[in-house]
């Protein structure tokens, strides 16, 4: 998106600015303060705010490398958007605040960025002008700089004040440091640090359908079809349509929509949606006891989510495939590391290759690959337990209680113990207690019938020991093994309606309680074979999605155990 | 950090889970990350950055701890470092993958712990080592970008530079290195003119600007994301106190004294030479770094291919290293041995010297993070995995001291991204091939 | 093509040699026998008879005890210069004000005219053979087979499980060096530091087998030994691990070498045949001739590995080495290998000449090329070969 040099007739004669001037005197003891800046107050941008999301690690990535090109390197820590318990990363970036560490960080950030953007080798990408004096400031040619970035990084174009205010900045810094360019550095820094930038700013207008009602603006539709359909920022087709009022044109937005499902770009935002709705960033955080798992190594974990995310997008995107179909899949992708956990020959030393697991490896889907298995694992034994928790909860929505605080784990902890061998006749002592058992027998039994892979999801076929029993269940469907899991879980309506309230969620920034939404969008998304591209093309163009609600929503999605 | 989201979601759970954004207390947070030196007098302590080298490696078995976290066990030849192991961190099983790279021997491993890639040429550093950029970061302005230094007197001994044929020479001698710091040129620091930092000043202006749309957002925002805003724009007030702090001259260096002259020491290797020669460098290092001369250092104990010798002989460390067999009884070579010892005494007392200081409610050595590393794990088959590597002091509290980390085999890269970014340089990523990595040790992450 | 899961790679223990790990301090050495146990309940192979290996132990093997060498350790340059001054001369050069003096003096036993030393021309330096192995156990094979007409007048050794007619010179030239035996008659730092510079990866080894229709007994099998890029995967012990995929390097240097062979009861031979394997030594860049010179060069070579029941192979490559080719580590370190290390490459030359019993030059009737013997373990590996690179299914 980097913008093409155009000639432009405007020659605007030096700055007739005043600028304040740092001052600062040797010998002062107390902070040197600025000398304010002549500035006319700033204005809101437009209407009222509805919602602030803070832009997550990945679309901040995705924004610089479209806005400024790849070769310029965004070099930082990002304060995590915390996950509120049973919902989407998506869900609490609309409560994320930015911590002072954090500010930091996004501001250390900001000036890396900026001073490679308008260092030697990348300015004149940016500038259709050539400043009189490089040594100066030169507003005319600091607002042809600032305008378009400021248009890119805000997602909407600057308001004349905020230009006024930025090209003053730009001339501030020019004149101590002597550089037309450093000023530009330090005006693009502060756009970079600006809430304008850091926050997706959601502003509404009224809602002509729905008298009395909001509805989200043009501008903050762009951003919202770029940010959940392709995870970056809005690109000129996108800010243009916006400027010409076509986003809140029904059939305008369905035909824009209809291309973004379509465009390879997609695959970013499958791939960041199901990196949110299967809590990846759990995998920043996993460990294995090396002595119990040899196999498990820092090559190997960088690949399992890899792994996951190659098959969700050749299964969804490459082969158009039914989303229920990603739990029975054999289809996936091999390194050499990951060739070790599944002990297969892979083909190449160095990345990737197809790879189709036969029947008889009993890898059905997404939950028979490594990743998920080790995720929901703990260091150094499985447990059916975690296994079955993340497939009610992530897969198909249902909740499952905490365990209350002062349970006895020592029946299911003591892996030594000769004569409990396996899991199952561990958690069985453990169920004992009917508080605990009520509970278990929602996670449990999916659980157990991955039972044959370890705890790094490697193959087994006995634990110490003894032979292991994978017969499981999901509601009242009887089955054996992973792939009895897998064609279980195919059948059950519970994973369609799950990934439909995630979408909502995921691109509202809000848990969608509505549970006729819900239905009426599992409703489309059937309709058209279950295809992912379908159900965001249903999600993005459901004049119900743009209206804004009137009060906050509150509470988790509920959907009705097996159904 | 992790601080800051335990208080967040603990507050979120007593509110029974309702999206409500609650403000993490800022003075807590504040603290948190610069450390008790600023909160005592309002100004920051400089923080300093060092690096400690040593050649030949250990006798694994017999150094490396195996009780992960604190109170780690001390084996015979880490004993040394007792008196101060709750300010000593050791990292065992990192490793070097050199991706086919030939391991040229005593090169290859100090190269790559310091710039996270495998050396091709025979000369020089593969890239800039990370205790440049971090000097980049906090150096630049003070008198010496860095102090190189080395006790067995090769002026060519350094693992320090921007890549290439670039590298910073060592100073041998300490009477050189007396005159450096405070012959003609030394500026007492409390009683110098202070003139602020011309890109602090840029920043601070940059800040401000932010600041001033404050307003014009609030204006249009409801209840819930005003919350979200304020924390934003107390945050933003936080880090324009920090540059203020730099804009004002500094509190007075309390232990910043001009040392007595030190006698002139022959240049050579031999160990009781090098061990004197390395305690006069040290102390008047410590002093430099009292008097803020620098922020950043380098001391070169002895060589990768190391020339001590013992007074009255002339066999080599080195040598010994290879051509002393192997006991197999003991499993280790007693005569190599000798020297390793020597070394930890003399780590012992380079980090002792910086904890002697006494600055704010610590010490020097509190404001400082010294890493300790050598270019070989067992010398006599020039082993580079398992490289032997220490950290002592917190970097003004941003650093946990006193841990045995287990690096589990992953690459030796990761402790210089995790000091790049305790010491404030923006990176999330260090390393070429298997050695790039964007995993930080949160174990001692403050 | 292999088999989606092989159960004995499932079920395949890793072995323990006794080695330390990797970065760890090397662990005493533990005497290894080479295959005494005859094989015995040996699983079917796969059914596409195709078995890859990846080579975790390559060393050469010493028989233990002091009476192999009963007059001691081959000395170092300066013991050896000490030892061959008169006796009041060595009484002086050796108290401890003359230290400076004695280093000059032997050290200058390592230097010659125009700036040669004993390891880089080892040609131009006239010094004495090593003490060699006296007893008359070694492992080995009998590579001659009693009756060849290219070799020359030899002593053969006995294995420790009773096989005779063993030729294996280079333990008998080099078998008292302190690198291959400690005074005390144990393994030397060989044991040790062969396996650190294989975990390392620098030069990776592995075998294929194809046409393997039974464990026990198959007339014909083709087997590779060649070298592989990847690195070893091995566990926190030292261990390496099975199944993992290796693939042969059609790059330069790495080299891979095609035999035939068959089993018999149990046992793999190969026809003997050139193998060469590369390694990089860990001694050196592309700067100089280090480094990617250092290879591994037998001729006449074959390879005996007896199938274990948890999978693995354990055996032996023997064959006939140039006989330089053994101090080729030493001459390529140059003054350094001698001034640092000791290394006396003019006597070690001399020695191997001496005891030279292969690829008889038929014009000169000298023998350029000396029988040796390495010991091999290999654990079960998918290996690509150079042909082989689609994917699988």
Redesign the interface.
């Known amino acids: 998106m980097r913008r093409p040099k155009t000639l432009l007739a405007l020659s605007l004669a030096a700055s007739a600015f005043a600028f304040?001037v740092?001052t600062?005197s040797?010998?002062?003891?107390?902070?040197?303060k600025?000398t304010?800046?002549a500035?006319a107050?700033?204005?809101?941008?437009n209407?009222?705010?509805?919602?602030?999301r803070r832009l997550s690690e990945s679309q901040y990535r995705s924004a610089i490398t479209d806005i400024f090109g790849p070769d310029i390197t965004?070099?930082?820590?990002?304060?995590?958007v915390?996950r509120?318990?049973g919902e989407l990363i998506a869900?609490g970036s609309?409560?994320?605040?930015?911590?002072?560490?954090?500010?930091?960080?996004f501001?250390?950030?900001a000036?890396?960025i900026a001073a490679q953007t308008f260092n030697e080798a990348h300015r004149s990408q940016f500038s259709d002008c050539t400043p009189a004096d490089a040594s100066a400031a030169d507003v005319a040619c600091a607002s042809r700089i600032l305008a378009p970035l400021g248009r890119y990084l805000f997602r909407r174009p600057l308001t004349t004040?905020?230009q006024a205010?930025?090209v003053k900045?730009a001339g501030?810094?020019a004149g101590?440091?002597k550089s037309f360019y450093?000023g530009i550095e330090?005006?693009l820094?502060?756009m970079l640090?600006?809430?304008?930038f850091?926050?997706i700013i959601e502003?509404a207008e009224p809602d002509p359908a729905n008298p009395g009602e909001l509805r989200l603006d043009n501008y903050s539709r762009a951003t919202r079809l770029a940010m959940t359909l392709w995870n970056t920022t809005p690109n000129d087709m996108l800010l243009d349509a916006a400027a010409a009022g076509s986003l809140t044109d029904q059939a305008k937005l369905e035909s824009i929509a209809n291309r973004m499902t379509q465009s390879p770009r997609m695959e970013a935002g499958v791939r960041a949606f199901f990196a949110d709705m299967l809590k990846f960033e759990k995998f920043d955080e996993m460990a294995k006891d090396?002595?119990i798992y040899?196999?498990f190594?820092?090559d190997v974990l960088k690949a399992l989510p890899e792994q996951m995310l190659r098959t969700i997008s050749d299964h969804l995107l490459t082969r158009n495939g039914d989303y229920r179909d990603l739990f029975t899949t054999r289809r996936t992708f091999m390194t050499?590391a990951l060739?070790?956990i599944y002990?297969?020959?892979?083909?190449?030393?160095d990345g990737w290759?197809?790879?189709?697991?036969?029947p008889?490896?009993d890898r059905a889907g997404l939950l028979g690959q490594a990743g998920f298995l080790a995720l929901y694992s703990h260091s150094g034994r499985s447990s059916p337990t975690l296994r079955g928790r993340a497939i009610r909860e992530l897969m198909m929505c249902q909740p499952v209680p905490n365990p209350p605080g002062n349970v006895n784990f020592t029946a299911v902890q003591d892996t030594e113990n000769k004569a409990m061998p396996t899991a199952r006749i561990r958690l069985s002592a453990h169920n004992s207690d009917p508080v605990c058992a009520a509970c278990h027998k929602i996670t449990d039994p999916p659980g157990l019938s991955l039972e044959k892979f370890d705890g790094i999801g490697k193959?087994r076929?006995a634990e110490n020991g003894a032979q292991i029993d994978i017969n499981g269940a999901l509601g009242s469907a009887k089955f054996s093994g992973g792939a009895g899991l897998g064609q279980a879980m195919n059948a059950s309506g519970a994973t369609t309606q799950c990934v439909a309230s995630r979408a909502l969620e995921y691109t509202t920034g809000r848990v969608v309680s509505d549970e006729a939404l819900v239905q009426s969008t599992e409703k489309a998304f059937a309709a058209k074979g279950y295809g992912i591209r379908s159900l965001f093309f249903q999600v993005m163009t459901s004049p119900q999605n743009w209206r804004v609600p009137k009060s906050?929503p509150?509470g988790a999605t509920r959907v009705s155990l097996n159904r | 950090m992790a601080y800051d989201l335990n208080r967040r979601t603990a507050l979120r759970g007593m509110l029974g889970g309702a999206a409500v954004t609650v403000g993490v207390p800022l003075l807590d947070c504040f603290l948190d990350v610069n450390g008790k030196a600023m909160a005592a007098t309002g100004n920051a302590m400089p923080i300093r950055f060092g690096t400690w080298f040593w050649g030949l490696g250990v006798n694994p078995t017999r150094w490396f701890p195996t009780k992960p976290g604190r109170n780690y066990d001390l084996p015979p030849e880490l004993a040394p470092i007792a008196p101060l192991q709750n300010k000593i961190s050791v990292f065992g099983n990192f490793n070097v993958p050199l991706d086919g790279a030939p391991n040229l021997p005593h090169v290859s491993g100090g190269a790559a712990v310091r710039t996270g890639r495998a050396l091709t040429a025979e000369r020089g550093l593969p890239g800039e080592s990370f205790d440049v950029t971090i000097g980049d970061r906090i150096g630049s302005r003070s008198r010496f970008a860095s102090l190189d230094l080395s006790a067995t007197g090769d002026p060519r001994n350094s693992l320090s530079g921007r890549g290439g044929g670039n590298l910073n020479p060592s100073e041998i001698s300490a009477a050189n290195l007396y005159s450096r710091i405070f012959g003609t040129g030394f500026k007492d620091p409390n009683s110098a003119s202070f003139t602020p930092d011309p890109q602090v000043i840029a920043r601070r202006s940059v800040l401000s600007g932010v600041t001033e749309q404050r307003q014009s957002l609030e204006r249009a925002v409801g209840a819930g994301d005003k919350a979200k805003l304020d924390q934003y724009f107390t945050s933003l007030r936080q880090l324009e106190n920090q540059l203020d702090a730099e804009l004002t001259k500094p509190e007075p260096l309390q232990a910043c004294m001009v040392p007595r002259k030190v006698p002139g020491l022959p240049v050579n290797a031999e160990i009781e030479n090098v061990m004197m020669s390395h305690e006069l460098m040290t102390d008047l290092l410590v002093m430099a770094l009292a008097c803020d001369q620098t922020r950043v250092f380098n001391m070169m104990f002895n060589n990768g291919a190391s020339s001590l010798t013992r007074i009255g002989s002339t066999i080599t460390h080195h040598q010994l290293t290879h051509e002393e067999v192997l006991d197999p009884k003991l499993g280790y070579q007693p005569e190599a041995t000798y020297f390793l010892t020597k070394i930890m005494e003399a780590w012992l007392y380079f980090v002792t010297a910086l904890d002697k200081v006494k600055e704010g409610d610590g010490t020097l050595l509190d404001n400082t993070l010294v890493f300790a590393h050598s270019e070989t794990a067992f010398a006599k088959f020039h082993t580079i995995d398992c490289m032997p590597m220490m950290m002592a002091g917190t970097a003004g509290g941003k650093i946990k001291s006193g841990l045995y980390v287990d690096g589990a085999g992953s690459p030796v890269s990761r402790v210089g991204l995790t000091m790049m970014q305790a010491m404030g340089v923006p990176m999330d990523r260090w390393g070429a091939k298997s050695m790039e990595t964007n995993k930080t040790i949160g174990e001692i992450m403050a | 093509m292999i088999s989606q899961r092989m159960p004995k790679l499932l079920a395949a223990g890793a072995i323990a040699l006794g080695a330390g790990s990797m970065g760890a301090a090397p662990q005493p050495f533990t005497p290894q026998a080479i295959g005494d146990a005859p094989a015995r309940s040996l699983p079917a192979p796969p059914a596409d008879g195709v078995m890859g290996f990846v080579v975790s132990d390559f060393v050469q093997p010493i028989v233990e005890g002091k009476d192999a060498c009963p007059d001691g350790p081959v000395p170092k340059l300066r013991e050896a210069y000490i030892a061959s001054l008169p006796a009041a001369e060595r009484e002086r050069l050796t108290r401890k004000e003359n230290e400076a003096e004695l280093l000059r003096a032997w050290q200058m036993t390592a230097f010659g005219k125009n700036g040669t030393n004993i390891c880089s021309q080892p040609e131009m330096f006239d010094r004495p053979t090593f003490r060699t192995v006296q007893s008359k156990v070694a492992w080995g094979l009998d590579l001659d087979e009693g009756n060849a007409t290219d070799t020359c007048a030899h002593d053969t050794f006995t294995t420790p499980n009773g096989q005779t007619g063993i030729d294996n010179q280079e333990y008998r030239a080099l078998g008292c060096k302190l690198e291959w035996r400690t005074k005390d008659g144990v393994g030397g730092d060989n044991q040790i530091g062969m396996k650190q510079f294989h975990n390392s990866g620098e030069w990776t080894q592995v075998i294929l087998l194809r046409g393997v229709d039974s464990l026990e007994n198959d007339p014909s099998v083709e087997v590779v030994y060649a070298n592989t890029p990847d690195r070893p995967m091995i566990d926190a012990k030292g261990n390496y691990l099975p199944g993992i995929t290796y693939s042969i390097s059609t790059k330069p240097p790495r080299e891979r070498n095609v035999l035939k062979g068959r089993i018999v009861g149990g046992v793999l031979m190969t026809d003997p045949g050139d193998i060469k394997l590369t390694q990089t030594w860990g001694q050196g860049g592309a700067r100089d001739i280090r480094g990617n010179r250092a290879r591994w060069d037998y001729r006449k070579a074959r390879l005996r590995l007896e199938f274990q029941p948890d999978g693995s192979l354990k055996g032996m490559m023997a064959g006939y080495r140039p006989v330089a080719d053994p101090i080729i580590s030493p001459a390529l370190g140059g003054a350094g290998s001698a001034l640092v290390a000791g290394i006396d490459c003019a006597g070690e030359l001399a020695t191997l000449r001496k005891y030279a019993d292969g690829l008889k030059d038929p014009k000169t009737g000298k023998c350029n090329g000396i029988s040796a013997t390495q010991r091999i373990s290999a654990v079960p590996a998918y290996i690509n070969d150079i042909n082989q690179r689609r994917a699988s299914r």
């Open positions: 304040g740092w600062v040797a010998d002062a003891g107390a902070p040197q600025p304010p800046l500035t107050p700033l204005t809101a941008a209407g009222q705010i509805v919602a602030m965004v070099a930082g820590r990002f304060e995590p915390v509120p318990v869900s609309s409560d994320a605040a930015i911590s002072p560490a954090g500010l930091e960080q501001d250390a950030m000036r890396v004040e905020e205010f930025y900045l501030s810094g101590p440091t450093k330090l005006a820094a502060a640090t600006s809430p304008n850091l926050y502003t090396p002595v040899p196999y190594n820092q050499r060739g070790g002990q297969v020959r892979v083909p190449v030393s290759v197809p790879y189709e697991f036969s008889a490896d193959y076929a906050a509150v």
